[in-house]
């Protein structure tokens, strides 16, 4: 047996992004890896649109575009936790990954002399570098054969004993030898040492790795030693495009170096407000290569984006310009596209896609404050012969980037709670998310979001509604058609909605439809209680009577042929020839009820459908008949549910291979929904799965979504069954009971579904394809510790605490929520806390009190507790007191208890400090207890109950 988990929603967090062309050549796309996820996205209209997701199944540690030399679309160079390197391509046709070359070259898991940590590719697309944490690096060669196809070398090693690595980038040589860089540490005679030696005191070295092509074989080229506190390098352009070396990160500089060339060294601008003595490090970078120049990126650990570039005098660097561009939110990875966007993958909160509106060639920093240091030698002391002056700048609104979209993000989840606040029937989530200010509480409903176009109340009640072209070559709908009990409302499509008589639509308005579709090239036709109605051009109309004014009971409609059966359970056959005639075919009674009726569409590829499905009310089946003219209305395959077949749907959906493939759905009066394949030539059924969506009779419709057919379930919840991204989904949506709906297009919404309910019409979109849940959120101020909630009520409680913050109740809230929530704050130093108690309502969406405890107090455990004798619920927040982290140390701790008062008036509620009890240790949990309260501090486990004043020991 074999087991694997799957969650219930995918992964949010990105730990890496790069960039490329992977579908086709000349497009822009990014590719995200999503813990062990690949995630294709692409740019459609200035938003970012799901292409693929895969799933490795598998702890992916870095990932790498790829293009070998002359070709214009990328490879994706995967290094995993398997113990192989993987090279993967886009197959567009499908839709999929497809793996090309997999490459074994030690054991799985993520160890630190496997190589896959890091990887490096020779950027004129001739050899790849993979390197462990410690020891282990190879290099393969990568070329096409004969036919064209990506070839791979073996292994060769550059493994040396006793080395760590911190980074690996390829280096620009052009066509020469390929070159790789990496930052490593020789720990051979700290190890050897019998006196403990410090960080700063083993050295650190710059080393270019050499590829000989022609001897195959990898060779330690030149080794420099480089700042003690380096961490990231960053490559070049060289050859034509520039000067080539590397740029080399460490704390508070960047440095250029290259073989046999001087260095270059330029001091990293610095926020005002920070401690002079904390050291500022690099931690993301990318390119924009330009013909005339390039310019980096670069973004600090606080989240400063600075603009690097180069000036340089025949290959040879003389100065590195480096100003501050914009601040954006800390990221895991950010990517810079040729479109003029920047992506940032961020490490807490939602990630970003930004449009640039300059590059900041033309801005004067000037008047940015100096201040003048010392410049650090390789051996980390001070260099009293050369100062260095920094720039000193404070963060400010976007100016060069302008936010254009967002992906959600979840990441990282402090705290969560599962309840049904808001009565809906099935729980909401509350998840805690985010640091600093970039936390929010973020509400997630089971469902896909239903965002409301339109909306208008009805006369009275409506029983059905349907949207019909005018012709088949029609790009919108141009009617919406409401049945009512006993008539019709017709309402035309255009810039307004409106009425239309009779006369100049031909409908029937004088009683009820049951059915109405577009048939041929261009006809309407209206079926009607005891009649058909088919409406040609210049709005002439033919109708054929059922005999004896049978009552028409149900109808299924295709673009070329109409079956309608009656209350005797006589099923009528009709096709629509190229004239746009309608042709009575075939009559057949049945000796059932029939229950529910459905025919094939039409495909693209034929002219008429050869199958039908009727549901069989008395002996609860399912008959697939045919519409061949050899066995028409023979049946051919039955299929036996467990009760009355309410609905049918006969549909063709994309299979996991993305192959159509003609399924059979059927709601049953109890619920259920039943799902099969029909095999397409003998109309076999098979492959039977069940789904329970309530306890009501299920209604399905057909719909349009992501320009693909679906399918709308309607009972107590609305479900929508479709496919996305060649997977199969059926997803409830976020909405209220629906009566009816169908698919509706027009200019101003391309993609949505119109829908009644009692004496309401309303025009939906839905949104989040691919998605479970929908959500929203509240937005904190500092980073979420605990949430709960107070029973009764639909108020929400939230403790947040930051460390190295201080709380400034005079500096007013943003204004502006998107641009300034992401901005990092300066670290103010140890001991120091800014944390706070807030109470938000959910009914009212707004934050209806803060408490701020002050006196460097750290919130950190939160509970709501009924005691004994009290009928209110009181809330007790447990917090530390100058608490210092390491060396752990602190001043003792406090609990503080609340209650919640509301305005007269019926005003917002407001926190009220009932008490406040010190401690002598940190309370690091609190739960209530049979009417009193249970307190965790240090290794204590005591009891307090509520007296008159305060808490009282038990």
């Known amino acids: 047996m074999y087991l694997y988990h799957l969650t219930l929603q995918a992964a949010t967090n990105i730990t890496t992004s790069i960039t490329g062309s992977f579908s086709a050549p000349r497009t822009h796309e990014i590719l995200v890896a999503r813990g062990r996820v690949l995630e294709l996205l692409q740019l459609n209209n200035g938003k970012l649109q799901s292409l693929a997701v895969l799933d490795v199944f598998g702890v992916i540690r870095s990932i790498l575009p790829f293009r070998l030399t002359g070709s214009n679309q990328d490879y994706i160079v995967i290094a995993s936790d398997s113990g192989k390197i993987s090279v993967v391509e886009f197959d567009k046709d499908k839709k999929r990954f497809k793996k090309v070359h997999e490459e074994t070259f030690g054991r799985s898991g993520c160890r630190r002399i496997v190589p896959g940590q890091f990887l490096a590719a020779d950027p004129r697309g001739r050899a790849v570098m993979i390197g462990a944490i410690e020891k282990q690096k190879f290099v393969y060669i990568l070329n096409r054969d004969n036919a064209a196809r990506l070839t791979i070398s073996s292994p060769l090693e550059a493994h040396k004993s006793h080395n760590l690595t911190f980074d690996i980038i390829g280096v620009d040589v052009g066509f020469d030898n390929p070159v790789f860089a990496s930052i490593e540490v020789d720990y051979t005679e700290a190890e050897d040492s019998e006196d403990k030696l410090s960080a700063e005191q083993i050295p650190k070295s710059l080393t270019f790795y050499e590829l000989d092509l022609g001897l195959n074989h990898v060779v330690r080229k030149w080794s420099d030693r480089i700042d003690p506190s380096a961490n990231m390098l960053i490559p070049v352009p060289g050859g034509s495009d520039g000067p080539g070396g590397v740029l080399v990160c460490a704390e508070n500089f960047v440095y250029w170096k290259n073989q046999g060339k001087d260095d270059v060294v330029a001091p990293l601008p610095r926020r005002s407000d920070m401690d002079p003595e904390k050291g500022l490090l690099i931690v993301n970078y990318t390119m924009h290569k330009r013909k005339a120049d390039s310019f980096f990126l670069i973004q600090t650990e606080l989240g400063d984006l600075y603009k690097l570039t180069l000036r340089y005098t025949d290959h040879v660097v003389d100065l590195i310009d480096i100003k501050y561009f914009d601040t954006v939110p800390l990221a895991s990875s950010i990517s810079l596209l040729r479109l003029g966007f920047l992506f940032v993958a961020a490490e807490a909160g939602n990630h970003m896609l930004y449009q640039f509106q300059s590059t900041g060639d033309d801005e004067d920093n000037n008047d940015d404050a100096q201040k003048k240091a010392k410049k650090l030698t390789d051996d980390g002391q001070e260099d009293e012969e050369e100062d260095i002056t920094f720039t000193e700048f404070s963060p400010r609104p976007l100016k060069h980037l302008e936010l254009v979209d967002q992906l959600e993000s979840n990441s990282p989840i402090v705290d969560m709670l599962a309840k049904d606040i808001a009565a809906e ?167 059932f009820q029939i229950s529910s009726l459905d025919v094939e569409p039409v495909s693209i590829d034929r002219s008429f459908s050869r199958f039908a499905a009727i549901g069989d009310g008395d002996d609860h089946k399912v008959r697939v008949i045919s519409l061949d003219p050899s066995d028409c209305l023979q049946t051919l395959s039955i299929q036996s549910v467990p009760s009355l077949p309410s609905s049918i749907c006969l549909l063709r959906m994309r299979d996991e291979t993305n192959e159509n493939q003609l399924y059979l759905h059927i709601g049953l009066s109890d619920g259920l929904l039943i799902r099969s394949r029909l095999h397409q030539i003998t109309g076999e059924v098979s492959d039977a799965r069940r789904r329970l969506l309530g306890v009501r009779a299920v209604k399905l419709h057909r719909v349009v979504i992501n320009e693909a057919p679906a399918i709308l379930a309607l009972m107590s919840r609305s479900w929508l069954i479709y496919n996305y991204q060649q997977r199969f989904n059926l997803t409830p949506l976020s909405t209220s009971y629906l009566d009816f709906a169908c698919s509706f297009t027009s200019d101003q919404c391309p993609e949505g579904i119109v829908s009644v309910t009692d004496s309401t019409l309303r025009i939906l979109s839905i949104e989040g394809l691919g998605s479970i849940f929908n959500s929203f959120q509240i937005p904190l101020k500092n980073t979420p510790r605990k949430i709960a909630h107070i029973p009764d009520t639909d108020l929400i409680v939230t403790i947040e605490t930051d460390h190295n913050q201080v709380l400034n109740p005079s500096q007013p809230p943003p204004e502006d929520w998107e641009v300034e929530q992401r901005v990092t704050p300066t670290k103010q130093g140890p001991r120091k806390w800014a944390s706070l108690v807030r109470l938000y309502d959910l009914s009212t969406n707004e934050t209806t009190d803060i408490f701020e405890l002050g006196n460097n107090d750290a919130a950190f455990t939160l509970a709501v507790c009924q005691f004994a004798d009290r009928q209110q619920y009181q809330i007790v927040v447990g917090a530390s007191r100058n608490l210092q982290l390491k060396p752990r140390a602190h001043d003792g701790g406090a609990l503080y208890v609340f209650s919640v008062q509301q305005e007269e008036g019926g005003g917002p509620f407001k926190l009220k400090l009932d008490s406040k009890n010190d401690t002598e240790d940190i309370p690091g949990a609190v739960l209530p207890f049979e009417g009193k309260l249970l307190v965790g501090a240090g290794s204590s486990l005591r009891l307090y109950e509520m007296g008159k004043r305060k808490l009282l020991k038990k």
Do not use: M
């Open 425 to 591: 029937g099935s729980p909401q989530l509350f998840l805690t998310s985010g640091t600093n200010s970039s936390s929010a509480v973020k509400v997630l409903r089971y469902g896909l979001r239903v965002s409301q176009v339109a909306s208008a109340d009805l006369p009275r009640r409506a029983t059905a509604v349907w949207t019909v072209k005018k012709t088949l070559s029609e790009e919108f709908d141009n009617y919406i058609v409401v049945s009512f009990q006993d008539e019709t409302l017709v309402l035309s499509i255009g810039d307004t909605v409106s009425e239309v008589d009779e006369s100049e639509c031909g409908f029937s308005k004088a009683s009820a439809t049951l059915d109405v579709r577009q048939v041929g090239e261009d006809c309407l036709l209206q079926v009607l209680p005891t009649s058909l109605r088919l409406i040609r051009s210049g709005n002439r109309t033919v109708e054929w009577k059922t005999p004896s004014r049978r009552a028409i009971t149900h109808s299924a409609i295709n673009q070329r042929q109409v079956l309608i059966s009656t209350e005797a359970n006589e099923l009528f056959y009709f096709k629509i020839d190229a004239s746009s005639q309608l042709i009575e075919v075939e009559k057949k009674q049945f000796e």
